[in-house]
């Protein structure tokens, strides 16, 4: 992977060939989700819009961004309005027609504000619904001021000297206004009526002047759960301090946006705080450095929130991979099956495709060492009182279980979801493979499980499913205590063989397992008695010498399951002889008597 | 589980006595080979109980007098016991204990050595 490149000449905008990831994951998100908006207004996949960005870097960040950003920002209902398609058609009909006239500042700002024009355009619905809501309002003020004649004077005089305050406001609005192509007809009205000198700003109380006092309050209708009061989103900007703290935005200039100048919780709020963690950062990395390496940071960082993709029951999810197309491809691939289950409304499914897509991505491309390099991030969703993120979670796949994943039988087994507890009639399940990423014991959740099929009579999950999760957890265990810790594995030849020996051993001991196991079963022909059997053995399970008792006793009455040569072998070693894991084999036989 | 194999191990003077349990085990598979079943499932019981009260005294009691034998089968067994017999540590007792019940349990059903 290349780094954004520095570049010192005059019109270093033209030097950005393509889109790379950096290697930092939230700014990598950003970029991700830069692409996301891009792909859903305009359609362009990755590789258009790379080609179009060595095309003309400004007509993307300055012209096809900000657009797509507002429409996406903005509130739902204007989105899914008839006409916006065409608008974008037009707008690319528009954009296509300007070219670089030499001055990067001025052609910068001449697209920009065409954009704005377009931007308006969408939006002309929302602005005269909230211009009819507030001639309303201008027209209760007057009346009341008819009504309060005795006040009226020190009301005219406070009014007076707030519109001082803002006469600057009102004049450099005005003439953003008459510069916009497609604005409202209502405020063309009253700029015009300005214009003609019938206003004057300092000494009446005119109609006008209430109404464009009203005006002022016009902005985009910016939303968002990620952003409260940062910049544009803040509810007392005005229309035109929004535009302009935008194309700050896009531009970095962080002279005129001081709070760009740290990159802290204010601009992503899965960084830590500047005022409550000062000794975080040993030397003050000011945005500045890092604006100068990556061109267009911020436009990346405010796209954050948009590389997640939400589930329903399991809140918001990115995968990250460090490798941009792979990363692309995974979640283009997640986000397109999530809407295939989404219709059958079968959570299930989400999951069991989620892995599927990736591993095929792998496949794919050849490469184990994505998915080792890969995160997942997860967050619930945002504590809109506390503007903090709610159950966030980053889950890196160790390169031990990545190398489990990649098998396919083992992860088949896996990608399963099974219950592990009652709450008040419902049950709670878990991802196995979740699980075992985040390098949780696989033991408990098999335990759990079969506890409440032999306790509630659940239907039992998956045996394959739980096999797998058994002897996987045994094996670790084993190889842990073995000595040949995985850490140490570091330093050998095995390392660059990606455990495929444990993985084999695995499936070793899955083959023998399964084909001992199951003689469990010639205890008894009665299920009753074999489920009693079984729940014996369970409320044993933590005590070894209570377990072996209770396992012999039962066979020292059945005398011929005993003499059978591998059930026998079987007991010895993996019961008697093993002192590490000898509940998971034992857990297995449970699980043959019940299923 | 081959790393299993040798269980407890503990340090004579300078030199270092294994439990070798797989060889135990095949002993009692050798000793018991011609009793009758009925007799081992009683045996198998009364070794059974007395591993579950953890009582190391009555389980050697009976399985010492189950094979105080002049048979030559035993001789082997005989001969493990009186390298190993020990008081051992409770946890490596029952593995102990375990191994020679599972050895006699193995032979359920034969006779002469030959399997039915």
Known sequence: ?????????????????????????????????????????????????????????????????????????????????????????????????????????????????????????????????????????????????????????????????????????????????????????????????????????????????????????????????????????????????????????????????????FIDKTINKFLYSEQEFKNVSYTLLRSEQLAACIQYLFVYLICFEYAFIRYDDMGRMFFYSPDLSFCYR????????????????????????????????????????????????????????????????YIGIPKLQASFLLDDKIRTALNKRIKYRKIENRFASKWVILEFIKGYSLYSLALAHIKLAINENMPLGPFETLLYSLILDAKLNEIRTRGEDVEKVIFSDRYFDNYKWIVEEVKREVRYTSLISPLIREVSKDEDKRREFARKLMTTLKDKDLFLYNLLRELNINKTLCTNEEMNRFIFNKLILNNINWRNYGLILILDLVR | MEQYKYYWQKVCGNEKLKLDLELLKKACEQSFRKESDNYKQKLVFKLLEAVKNNDQIHFFYTLLRAINRPDEEFKQLQKLLHQDYDVMPNEVFTNFAYTIILGIMSTYGETGGEKK
């Open chain 1, 330 to 393: 995974v979640n283009k691939k997640l986000e397109a099956m999530k809407e295939l289950a989404e219709e059958k409304v079968d959570t299930n499914k989400i999951i069991t495709i989620t892995w599927e897509k990736v591993i095929d991505t792998l496949f794919e491309k050849k490469s184990s060492w994505s998915l080792e390099n890969m995160y997942i991030i997860s967050y619930r969703g945002m504590d809109a009182q506390k503007q903090s993120l709610i159950d966030v979670e």
């Open chain 1, 1 to 261: 992977m290349r780094a954004h490149t520095i570049d010192t000449s005059s019109n270093s905008n033209y030097n950005v060939s393509s889109l790379q990831f950096t290697g930092n994951w939230y700014i990598d998100a950003g970029i991700f989700g830069f692409i996301k908006i891009m792909e859903e207004v305009y359609g362009w996949d990755l590789y258009k819009l790379d080609e179009m960005i060595s095309k003309d870097p400004i007509k993307v960040y300055y012209g096809y961004f900000p657009f797509a950003y507002i429409l996406k920002a903005s509130k739902n209902s204007i989105n899914k309005k008839s006409n916006v398609k065409e608008i974008i058609l037009e707008l690319e009909r528009e954009l296509e027609r300007k070219t670089f006239s030499g001055d990067e500042e001025k052609y910068k700002k001449e697209i920009y504000n065409t954009i704005l024009g377009f931007v308006v355009k969408v939006l002309g619905e929302f602005f005269n619904d909230q211009l009819t809501k507030d001639v309303k309002n201008y027209e209760d003020f007057i009346r009341k001021l008819n009504e309060e004649k005795e006040k009226t004077k020190t009301k005219i005089k406070n009014y007076l000297e707030k519109m001082e305050n803002k006469s600057e406001d009102i004049k450099s609005l005005i003439e953003f206004c008459s510069s916009q192509k497609g604005i409202n007809k209502a405020i063309k009205d009253i700029v015009k009526k300005i214009k003609s000198g019938k206003l004057k700003l300092e000494k009446e109380v005119d109609d006008s002047i209430l109404y464009l006092y009203e005006l002022l309050r016009l902005r985009l209708p910016l939303e968002s759960t990620f952003y409260r009061n940062f910049l544009f989103y803040n509810p007392s900007y005005t229309l035109e301090k929004q535009v302009n703290s935008l194309f700050d935005v896009i531009s970095s200039n962080i002279s005129r946006q001081p709070i760009l100048s």
